[in-house]
């Protein structure tokens, strides 16, 4: 029994997880929490269930879903840290509260509002150890969202663009005058918060076959929440806040049933963001900007 | 006057209480997205005066609002010794902390809703509103106002200046959750029922959203954002979801084009 809760906890928890590294990339690189997260979610989300009603080949389903994430990111750059160098702190933080309106009410209105059942594209296979089960899928879900880090760590630790957005991290301007090429490095940021974002979205509408208008709103609440947790900036650290969360979660709907869930993690949040605002793995915080 | 009509302008008068209620907080530099938690406690306890001490409905809105208040007062303290970005977190986890404790207290309905029976009529909600907005012209008139900018323009300079920056933003920030509560107290018992489901952190991302649409140089600039916030969707009459997505387009444009809001410092007003 507590090996299964401890299961489904970690399952849950890599869907936090790629929502997590999404939101720490803006934070760590851009300064930036990106409110649109919860809305490319969703839209991947709502995405993979119109595709796969439709009859659409679940592979190409997937690629479309996590393709939309992609693109509906860089919209959103376009309208936020593109006006950033030139406007207040504060207002990349509310266009993408905007966009994030935005994204919700054209599902409603194209979609409805109505909870929608995913249907699944292939047999379910789940592995038994001993009693505890495990779904294929969402273990699917878990190296997919681990790869992907691992993509990224290696992308930021060895390749040109990743020395130029950890560069832009250190100080954007005394980047741009070292030539990185500002205008075109910051918009992989975005793209690859939107694909991981879309992704997760996509996982999570396999993985518990529903999507609805505002699925991404809790999911991404979660997803800020991990990455404090871990630590704001540290993609390993998203990873583990996220899988801390999931658990935290699935334990504390066992314990103290599903309506204390919302105090148990957000009270770690307020407690860990008074005691330790670095996080579990974060370094020194530098001077924030908003 | 229409039922119609009224409850409109009752709408109009509670979010530029609401409004104000942002605003203070932000322009002393916090990004509070936790009013919606004020507006619940305010809701809530000032319904429960009302209901089991069957406290005249104007005496359990104001002790709504100074429960909103002192709970805000209390919890500045740890809160603001976070700053920008994790501030905000700090405010919205509150939120969600608040709703979720509320949605567990059974005394007042937990997740079921709580009726409020008392009435407020529109003439008394009207009157608070008109005097919120008159204490806020008041108070941005008095050395209070300008220490509270001063703060936000520059800490440090605010700090060297001799002003107690600390105290300042803590002020502004209990002000903001006064008014949170007293805007959720009249808003109870207007409606006569309240439901803790509503007061998530997206209603408080509206808040923060119509009043930065306003902008936050001037204290004229709250008060447009919740006019038009509040007319815009009933002049346009669609599908509630199209009025959010001319909403959001419109604050997106804004954005872009003059991003410290509509109402500058030295538009047309001092011009």
């Given at each position: 029994m507590l090996e299964q809760q401890?299961?489904?906890?970690?399952?849950?928890?890599?869907?936090?997880?790629?929502?997590?590294?999404?939101?720490?990339?803006?934070?760590?690189v851009l300064n930036f929490l990106n409110f649109s997260i919860p809305g490319l979610f969703m839209v991947a989300g709502m995405l993979t269930w119109f595709l796969l009603r439709a009859g659409v080949p679940w592979p190409i389903a997937a690629l479309l879903a996590v393709a939309s994430g992609g693109l509906l990111s860089l919209v959103v750059e376009r309208f936020t840290y593109r006006l950033m160098s030139r406007s207040a702190h504060f207002v990349p933080l509310v266009t993408s509260m905007a966009f994030l309106i935005l994204f919700e009410n054209l599902v409603l209105v194209i979609w409805g509002s109505d909870m929608q059942r995913v249907p699944l594209p292939f047999e379910t296979v789940s592995w038994r150890l001993g009693s505890t089960v495990i779904a294929v899928p969402q273990l699917v879900g878990l190296a997919c969202a681990v790869l992907a880090v691992t993509f990224l760590d290696v992308l930021l630790k060895r390749t040109r663009i990743g020395r130029g957005l950890r560069t832009i991290a250190e100080d954007p301007e005394t980047a741009a005058m070292l030539g990185v090429a500002?205008?075109?490095?910051?918009?992989?940021?975005?793209?690859?918060?939107?694909?991981?974002?879309?992704?997760?979205?996509?996982?999570?509408?396999?993985?518990?076959?529903?999507?609805?208008?505002?699925m991404g709103e809790e999911i991404a609440l979660k997803g800020i929440s991990a990455m404090v947790v871990g630590g704001m900036g540290n993609i390993w650290g998203a990873i583990l806040g996220g899988l801390l969360i999931g658990v935290v979660e699935t334990f504390a709907i066992q314990g103290f049933g599903a309506r204390a869930v919302d105090i148990c993690v957000y009270g770690l949040l307020l407690a860990i963001l008074f005691v330790r605002p670095t996080g579990l793995l974060g370094g020194v915080i530098r001077q924030q900007r908003m | 006057m229409s039922g119609y009509l009224e409850s409109v302008l009752v709408l109009l008068a509670i979010n530029v209480i609401l409004a104000y209620a942002?605003?203070?907080?932000?322009?002393?530099?916090?990004?509070n997205l936790g009013v919606a938690a004020f507006v619940a406690i305010g809701a809530y306890s000032a319904g429960y005066c009302s209901n089991s001490f069957s406290l005249h409905p104007v005496s359990a809105a104001l002790a709504g609002s100074a429960v909103a208040g002192t709970i805000g007062w209390l919890v500045a303290f740890p809160i603001l010794r976070t700053r920008g970005i994790y501030l905000a977190l700090a405010t919205f986890a509150l939120n969600q902390v608040v709703q979720g404790t509320i949605l567990n207290l059974d005394v007042v309905g937990g997740a079921s809703g709580y009726p409020v029976p008392a009435h407020i009529g529109f003439p008394v909600v009207a009157a608070f509103s008109l005097a919120v907005i008159v204490l806020v012209f008041l108070v941005f008139r008095t050395r209070f106002g300008i220490s509270v900018t001063a703060v936000s323009d520059d800490e440090r300079a605010a700090d060297l200046m001799g002003l107690s920056v600390r105290g300042l933003q803590s002020a502004a920030f209990t002000a903001g959750a006064a008014l949170a509560g007293l805007a959720g107290a009249l808003y109870a018992h207007h409606f006569n029922y309240i439901e803790a489901q509503n007061y998530g952190v997206l209603f408080s991302i509206y808040i923060v959203l119509y009043v930065l649409?306003?902008?936050?140089q001037t204290v004229f600039g709250p008060l447009l954002g919740a006019a038009v916030f509040t007319l815009l969707p009933e002049l346009l009459r669609g599908s509630a979801a199209w009025r959010y997505v001319i909403f959001a387009c419109l604050i997106i444009a804004i954005m872009s084009l003059r991003p410290q809001g509509v109402i500058l410092k030295r538009s047309w007003f001092s011009r």
């Amino acid at each position: 029994m507590l090996e299964q809760q401890l299961v489904n906890g970690l399952m849950l928890g890599s869907v936090y997880a790629l929502v997590a590294v999404a939101f720490t990339l803006a934070i760590g690189v851009l300064n930036f929490l990106n409110f649109s997260i919860p809305g490319l979610f969703m839209v991947a989300g709502m995405l993979t269930w119109f595709l796969l009603r439709a009859g659409v080949p679940w592979p190409i389903a997937a690629l479309l879903a996590v393709a939309s994430g992609g693109l509906l990111s860089l919209v959103v750059e376009r309208f936020t840290y593109r006006l950033m160098s030139r406007s207040a702190h504060f207002v990349p933080l509310v266009t993408s509260m905007a966009f994030l309106i935005l994204f919700e009410n054209l599902v409603l209105v194209i979609w409805g509002s109505d909870m929608q059942r995913v249907p699944l594209p292939f047999e379910t296979v789940s592995w038994r150890l001993g009693s505890t089960v495990i779904a294929v899928p969402q273990l699917v879900g878990l190296a997919c969202a681990v790869l992907a880090v691992t993509f990224l760590d290696v992308l930021l630790k060895r390749t040109r663009i990743g020395r130029g957005l950890r560069t832009i991290a250190e100080d954007p301007e005394t980047a741009a005058m070292l030539g990185v090429a500002v205008g075109r490095v910051v918009p992989v940021v975005f793209l690859a918060g939107g694909l991981f974002t879309a992704l997760s979205g996509f996982l999570f509408a396999i993985n518990y076959q529903q999507a609805s208008p505002f699925m991404g709103e809790e999911i991404a609440l979660k997803g800020i929440s991990a990455m404090v947790v871990g630590g704001m900036g540290n993609i390993w650290g998203a990873i583990l806040g996220g899988l801390l969360i999931g658990v935290v979660e699935t334990f504390a709907i066992q314990g103290f049933g599903a309506r204390a869930v919302d105090i148990c993690v957000y009270g770690l949040l307020l407690a860990i963001l008074f005691v330790r605002p670095t996080g579990l793995l974060g370094g020194v915080i530098r001077q924030q900007r908003m | 006057m229409s039922g119609y009509l009224e409850s409109v302008l009752v709408l109009l008068a509670i979010n530029v209480i609401l409004a104000y209620a942002a605003f203070l907080p932000m322009v002393a530099g916090q990004l509070n997205l936790g009013v919606a938690a004020f507006v619940a406690i305010g809701a809530y306890s000032a319904g429960y005066c009302s209901n089991s001490f069957s406290l005249h409905p104007v005496s359990a809105a104001l002790a709504g609002s100074a429960v909103a208040g002192t709970i805000g007062w209390l919890v500045a303290f740890p809160i603001l010794r976070t700053r920008g970005i994790y501030l905000a977190l700090a405010t919205f986890a509150l939120n969600q902390v608040v709703q979720g404790t509320i949605l567990n207290l059974d005394v007042v309905g937990g997740a079921s809703g709580y009726p409020v029976p008392a009435h407020i009529g529109f003439p008394v909600v009207a009157a608070f509103s008109l005097a919120v907005i008159v204490l806020v012209f008041l108070v941005f008139r008095t050395r209070f106002g300008i220490s509270v900018t001063a703060v936000s323009d520059d800490e440090r300079a605010a700090d060297l200046m001799g002003l107690s920056v600390r105290g300042l933003q803590s002020a502004a920030f209990t002000a903001g959750a006064a008014l949170a509560g007293l805007a959720g107290a009249l808003y109870a018992h207007h409606f006569n029922y309240i439901e803790a489901q509503n007061y998530g952190v997206l209603f408080s991302i509206y808040i923060v959203l119509y009043v930065l649409l306003g902008g936050t140089q001037t204290v004229f600039g709250p008060l447009l954002g919740a006019a038009v916030f509040t007319l815009l969707p009933e002049l346009l009459r669609g599908s509630a979801a199209w009025r959010y997505v001319i909403f959001a387009c419109l604050i997106i444009a804004i954005m872009s084009l003059r991003p410290q809001g509509v109402i500058l410092k030295r538009s047309w007003f001092s011009r």
